[in-house]
């Protein structure tokens, strides 16, 4: 599982099983977190364990725009850094509740190996770009650290080995 719908693009879309609107942050969350525990319970009847990745850093949401197109830019890639978020998204507190009381569901958080230099990620990690867009880690970037998002992954007993 990763992110559900409740920024604000969406916010105004979101419905109640009765049909009433989730417009209001409280209501957002309370939707969220109940239709993530019934969707963890879903693919937990079914065997398999649930892994819940930890919202992405987002340049979008720290007011740098496409990265990509901010690089073009800058004078200087430091013009293109972005700050970690001051506070832990609504989504991420859901996963981290939802893990600690299920058996067979576990969370992963990747920044800080996106973003070597946390709590600040930068653009370029060596000469490959973070992103692909404002939303989305780069492929390069994600290929890169391969190997130590398996090791994550396999921390939380629900993957094989390498």
Not at 34 to 46: H, L, P, Q
Request: glycine content about 6%; charged content about 25%; overall charge neutral.
């Amino acid at each position: 599982m990763q992110t559900p719908r409740d920024w604000g693009k969406w916010l105004k879309d979101l419905r109640n099983a009765d049909g009433s609107r989730a417009d209001s942050p409280r209501l957002n969350a309370r939707l969220n977190r109940r239709t993530m525990a019934a969707t963890v319970r879903t693919i937990r009847e079914t065997g398999s364990a649930v892994v819940m990745m930890r919202s992405w850093t987002r340049p979008d949401f720290a007011g740098v725009g496409d990265p990509l197109d901010c690089l073009a830019s800058a004078e200087m890639t430091g013009q293109c850094r972005v700050p970690a978020p001051q506070q832990t998204h609504i989504s991420d507190a859901i996963y981290d509740n939802i893990a600690l009381g299920s058996t067979g569901a576990a969370t992963v958080d990747i920044n800080d190996l996106m973003c070597p230099a946390w709590p600040v990620c930068e653009p370029m990690i060596d000469r490959t770009p973070v992103w692909r867009d404002a939303g989305h880690y780069s492929t390069e970037a994600l290929l890169e650290q391969r190997a130590k998002i398996w090791e994550r992954l396999v921390a939380t007993g629900h993957f094989g080995s390498r």
